[in-house]
């Protein structure tokens, strides 16, 4: 069924004065160049800030909106349940009522009849917002600047982050700023940064408890929500340790990518005891459960700065770790859930390296993927995650293997209670802003979760995770109830039926009356802060937007350069 606006006495809306896209330096082209000498990867490039936003980006927040008709997943795992009108007032459900009885007309004349805006939604599905708990925003060397991404989330109905980091400190807290004031198109961001990022900090390496005490107040004084953990050289297990700590005390949230430089001695299960909030990728699992002792079996010529050694090798950990369903398993999961830690499995970006060739073909890298983008997705020994220096099927078999048990680890903790929520850590991998997490859900329903549990892995898990270190154990996100703030997402395909739906390309169906193929769903509408944006629309930006670049940078408009 059609979608049909009804505006009511329309209310101006307040936008933020038209600012120019910055001008960047040209973009590397797309031509192969001689593979440079094996090197450490380039540091991470700097950000622009997202332009303001203007008039005909979204419409609202408006004093009483209704939603007519819809069909609610509200996140909490509780079955859909439909029809119902949804009432906004400014930004906040004031209201969730039945508008029928299914299979039957819809009741004429419902109130409320004073609403500035009005939603036909009869025959859609309303969800929470999605939230993405890794992300790191379109970086300059992406993309001309942040809105590349956010337009992104949001078309797929992604209305929060969490940025690990989503831009250098001083940007990011501008750009959560921004979006809090919805100055911008943009999702509503959490900041996360790691110990000793901030051009205010000025005391230098945080490689000792004290220091690094001392850089988490500075931080929480600054205004960060959380810390993303790395467990590299300068942070051995006595400085992890203080920063857990003085983070609870500051109520600010920590996660933490385990790398291999130091997990031998802080793996995920010591790092829970300690009070490490969420887990992220994979990385500190299975060394929690290696078979021969507290360090894995290197090859003898692996080197950490090739990374194509790096994550060829970390496969290898499916064969060197105890089984699913062995006595070191459940004590590993039990542990964990017993200490409150958050997963946060990030399965879509290393999905490529089990079929590299599935990701570097997806269907939106044609249209929705900035040139700069594809151009740092190609095998480089400088870009990180670029890796597929010489990508074998023995590889990828090892990759398939790992994903089994990654995914069985998931699933059984999912399956004791443990918290599950999805993040994508998308611009790297072959991973496009915002296709990524709906690939994450689509991974977690491969890993044994129902749809539901998808759903509330996606929306209240996240929020949960994101709220509790500051002390709210009922996040004003994550659900949609009375009371809660009007962050939402409207599909005209139930996602509980197929996933793929989600996807800003759709999925392909059969018309049996036709037998043609066609491309149905994408989200029609995500709500933010109450604020309605057209998510096609988005999109389209977005596909100007890469146009644009593309003839910038002189190359076809159409589809991108494979090797």
Excluded: C
Excluded at 19 to 38: D, G, M, R, V, Y
Excluded at 65 to 81: E, F, H, K, N, Y
């Amino acid at each position: 069924m059609m979608t049909k606006f009804k505006h009511i006495a329309p209310r101006a809306l307040l936008i933020g004065t038209a600012s120019l896209f910055a001008t960047i330096a040209a973009a590397p082209t797309f031509a192969q160049t001689a593979e440079p000498a094996a090197q450490a990867v380039k540091p991470r490039a700097g950000a622009v800030p997202a332009p303001a936003r203007q008039q005909g980006e979204g419409v609202g927040p408006f004093r009483k909106m209704v939603i007519r008709g819809v069909t609610l997943i509200d996140g909490s795992g509780a079955p859909p349940r439909g029809p119902v009108d949804v009432v906004v007032e400014n930004n906040m459900i004031t209201s969730i009522e039945a508008a029928g009885t299914p299979g039957l007309a819809m009741v004429d004349g419902r109130a409320p009849r004073d609403a500035d805006y009005e939603l036909d939604a009869a025959g859609m599905f309303m969800l929470p917002g999605f939230i993405d708990m890794h992300v790191h925003g379109s970086s300059d060397d992406k993309a001309p600047d942040l809105s590349y991404s956010y337009k992104l989330w949001l078309a797929h109905g992604i209305t929060s982050v969490r940025g690990v980091d989503l831009a250098p400190f001083e940007t990011s807290l501008s750009e959560r700023g921004r979006s809090a004031r919805n100055e911008i198109v943009a999702p509503r961001i959490f900041a996360y940064h790691r110990p000793g990022q901030g051009d205010g900090w000025t005391g230098g390496l945080t490689n000792t408890p004290t220091k690094a005490r001392e850089w988490v107040r500075w931080a929480a004084k600054a205004g960060i929500d959380g810390i993303k953990l790395g467990a590299d050289a300068n942070q051995p297990p006595e400085v992890l340790e203080a920063i857990y700590d003085e983070a609870a005390k500051q109520n600010i949230g920590t996660v933490a990518h385990l790398s291999q430089i130091g997990v031998a001695r802080m793996d995920a299960k010591h790092a829970g005891v300690a009070g490490l909030g969420s887990v992220t990728h994979f990385y500190g699992h299975f060394e929690s459960l290696l078979k021969n002792g507290p360090v894995q079996d290197w090859n003898p010529d692996y080197n950490f700065m090739d990374e194509q050694h790096r994550f060829a090798d970390v496969a290898n950990l499916y064969r060197e770790s105890f089984e699913p369903g062995s006595d070191e398993w459940k004590a590993y999961l039990q542990s964990q859930k017993e200490n409150g830690v958050t997963f946060d499995p990030t399965m879509t970006i290393y999905a490529a390296s089990r079929d590299l060739m599935h990701a570097r073909n997806a269907d939106w890298h044609a249209r929705y993927t900035m040139p700069q983008l594809w151009n740092f997705f190609q095998s480089s020994r400088e870009n990180h995650g670029s890796y597929f220096f010489d990508w074998t099927t023995e590889k990828e078999v090892r990759w398939r293997n790992f994903y089994k048990k990654f995914m069985a680890l998931v699933n059984d903790y999912k399956n004791i209670g443990g918290r599950v929520t999805t993040g994508s850590d998308s611009g790297f991998i072959f991973k496009t802003y915002g296709f990524g997490l709906i690939e994450e859900m689509e991974l977690l329903q491969e890993a044994g979760f129902n749809p539901s549990q998808v759903i509330q892995a996606a929306t209240l898990n996240g929020a949960l995770t994101l709220y509790e270190p500051k002390g709210i154990v009922a996040p004003p996100i994550g659900t949609v109830r009375v009371g809660k703030l009007a962050d939402m997402v409207l599909v005209k395909e139930n996602p509980m039926q197929n996933f793929k739906t989600l996807y800003g390309t759709g999925a392909l169906r059969l018309n049996e009356q036709t037998q043609k193929l066609e491309r149905v769903g994408g989200v029609s509408y995500t709500i933010k802060d109450g604020i309605v944006y057209d998510a096609k629309k988005l999109l389209a930006d977005v596909a100007d937007m890469v146009k644009s670049e593309k003839r910038r940078m002189g190359m076809p408009e159409d589809g991108v350069p494979l090797p």
